[in-house]
């Protein structure tokens, strides 16, 4: 069902949602306390099975400003698109159904972009409950202010998708679309294209946007509340066809990011489709049978592959261009021994360190 309204909000609110019976009325209740009242939500139900139809349907009622799609599954880059589609605010943003949002978010949000020259992006932190139940604290890398397009050039772009050398696993900018609220204008023109691509589908969204916005504001407040721990968090499923996900989610950024005669960009486009594969070994030794299934089901997919090496080398540090090298003869197996010994290593350590800490005590 869907409303139409007369006057346009200032923020459209969606929230694609599959599956979620047990998180879509926390997220949904965290979005209705909000202390700014001029917004709609648009709750996109992408062929749920469970409850979640019912639980949305339920919601209408509480509130005029939501209104619900309920569609067949087609996946969340969909889902997001529907919504999209559907918004009429000046600004979107959304939100996993299985995440909370700070009261006071859409309020700081608008004071900073009810301005004559406003920004077309509003970023800011995030806090993620990780699989050891603690809380992160992901506050913007960047200064808190206004970037018009020539801070962006120099203090942004260069490290917006990764940093070179740098070993923490977030990048400069997020590649998540819930710590950022985009001028509706702008993302109409920079949405996920391909349906097909069901992991990363909304960092191509996010630096698209980020890439062609003329002003951002980076705000270190934290408003975000990522649930890792959540049953339906894609993290925990295991995804036969992460491969070629990774390597559609590559050509779409090199697609509508690369190739404009911007060296970093295409290096940090390169560093991240090394990763991607790094992630597929990872993937495959934390839910794969074995690792002598794991590779083999490997060697099915570099089979067609028809390009040498695997990515680009160009950017990669020399441990990442050894990877990429070792994938590219095809010596998965191997990756995989050695990964597998690394990671017995550092979980026997860990546990070394942590007995040694007790004795202590």
């Known amino acids: 069902m ?6 346009k909000p200032f923020f459209s609110i969606i929230v694609p949602t599959y599956n979620n019976e ?4 926390k997220c949904v209740k965290s979005i209705l306390s909000q202390t700014y009242t001029d917004w709609e939500l648009v709750i996109v139900n992408d062929g749920s099975t469970d409850a979640t139809d019912e639980i949305c349907n339920r ?3 509480q509130d005029n400003r939501v209104n619900v799609i309920h569609k067949k599954n087609e996946g969340v880059a969909a889902a997001r698109n529907d919504g999209l589609f559907r918004a009429v605010g000046k ?3 959304f939100v996993d159904a299985d995440d909370c949002i700070d009261r006071r978010l859409l309020q700081e949000a608008f004071n900073i972009l009810n301005k004559s020259d406003a920004p077309e992006i509003f970023v800011f932190g995030i806090e993620i409950l990780t699989e050891s139940c603690k809380n992160v604290s992901y506050p913007c890398f960047f200064e808190s202010g206004l970037y018009p397009k020539e801070r962006l050039r120099r203090e942004v772009y260069p490290k917006m998708m990764c940093s070179r050398g740098r070993k923490n696993w977030m990048p400069k900018v997020s590649s998540y679309l819930c710590d950022k609220i985009i001028l509706r204008d702008l993302c109409m023109k920079h949405y996920c294209r391909d349906m097909q691509i069901f992991m990363g589908e909304e960092s191509v969204v996010a630096y698209e946007c980020m890439y062609f916005a003329e002003q951002v504001f980076f705000s270190s407040q934290i408003f975000y509340f990522y649930n ?3 049953e339906s968090s894609m993290h925990r499923r295991y995804y036969d066809n992460l491969f070629e996900n990774n390597i559609r989610l590559s050509q779409y950024y090199r697609t509508y990011l690369g190739g404009n005669d911007d060296y970093e960009m295409d290096c940090q486009i390169n560093i991240r489709e090394c990763r991607g594969y790094k992630y597929v070994i990872r993937h495959e030794l934390e839910f794969g049978s074995s690792v002598y299934q794991s590779a083999k089901h490997l060697s099915k997919k570099m089979k067609k592959m028809k390009k040498w090496p695997l990515c680009p080398l ?3 540090s020399f441990y990442d261009r050894c990877f990429i090298i070792l994938m590219s003869f095809r010596l998965q197996y191997f990756i995989l021994i050695l990964l597998k010994i690394f990671i017995m290593v550092s979980s026997f350590q860990r546990r070394f360190k942590s007995k040694l800490a007790k004795d202590r005590y």
Do not use: H, T, W
């Open 2 to 7: 869907y409303i139409e309204k007369s006057k």
């Open 22 to 25: 047990k998180e879509i009325e």
């Open 59 to 61: 919601i209408i009622d």
């Open 91 to 93: 600004y979107v943003y």
């Open 228 to 230: 890792m721990m959540s």
């Open 314 to 316: 160009r950017g990669l």
